[in-house]
């Protein structure tokens, strides 16, 4: 159920029996040379709308630019400063709260947005607290990449070479949805160095190629279609207990 291609009558009959909604929440920046720029928005996306499927809720539509100024040295990727970002997410929910939703669930494909998305928690929950009555809302994020299911299922398929940018696991998700952008060459050197860095120019020069710590020539689409199916099953359950709060 996706409220973009939902009408208005359809929203209120909706909120008359449920008052959830799934919000997926991106980025669009560099994932290596064979990784899509769009990968954490694409990924954050299709697993919601899987979840939203499996489980009868509404998604909203995808914040699909997040928080990657570390990655700004690289051509393509694009950054919301977090005051920005923090001021997207907070009116994206006043506006779902406004009608009467009472439970959002962020999808999450992106680390780098989620300091800035707990802050935009706390600032709406502030902006609530000046409203009388004070409409209740319960918000969660959720990073699918951290679920414990999908940790099993990339340390069997991909050991020691899952990394923490431009990952198999990612990619492989992105190439089950557009398998003619799929692209698994053998990059140099095979598994990308690993660390840490401060700041955009600093990353680009530790990661030359944009990637940490991963070989993503080993993901396939048929593994994306795996990492799909694993986080949404694993990801519904969980929303499905978040969804049921009193
Ligand atoms: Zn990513």
Redesign the pocket.
């Known amino acids: 159920m996706r409220l973009q291609l939902a009408t208005w009558p359809q929203v209120d009959a909706y909120l008359a029996h449920c008052k959830s909604a799934i919000l997926p929440i991106g ?1 669009t920046e560099q ?1 290596g040379p064979t990784g899509l720029i769009g ?2 928005a694409l990924c954050a996306e299709a697993i919601a709308h899987r979840v939203g499927d499996m489980l009868g809720v509404m998604v909203a539509p995808t914040i699909a630019v997040g928080m990657a100024q570390h990655h700004m040295e690289f051509p393509g990727s694009m950054t919301l400063r977090p005051s920005t970002l923090m001021a997207v997410v907070r009116d994206c929910l006043l506006s779902l709260v406004r009608h009467g939703f009472r439970r959002v669930l962020l999808v999450n ?2 680390g780098g947005n989620a300091a800035t998305v707990h802050a935009a928690f706390a600032e709406t929950q502030m902006e609530l607290d000046a409203l009388s009555p004070r409409p209740e809302l319960h918000t969660r994020l959720i990073n699918w990449w951290e679920m414990p299911e999908i940790d099993r299922l990339s340390a069997e398929l991909y050991g020691n070479s899952v990394g923490a ?3 198999p696991p ?1 990619l492989a998700l992105t190439w089950a949805l557009h398998p003619e952008t799929a692209d698994n060459r053998v990059l140099e050197p095979r598994l990308a160095p690993r660390g840490s860095f401060h700041g955009a120019a600093d990353f680009r020069a530790r990661f030359p190629d944009g990637r940490i710590g991963s070989d993503p020539s080993l993901a396939t689409p048929a593994h994306g279609e795996r990492m799909l199916e694993t986080a949404a099953a694993e990801i519904a359950r969980v929303a499905e207990g978040f969804f049921a709060v009193e």
């Open positions: 980025s994932h990968t954490d494909g992106h940018h431009a990952t990612e």
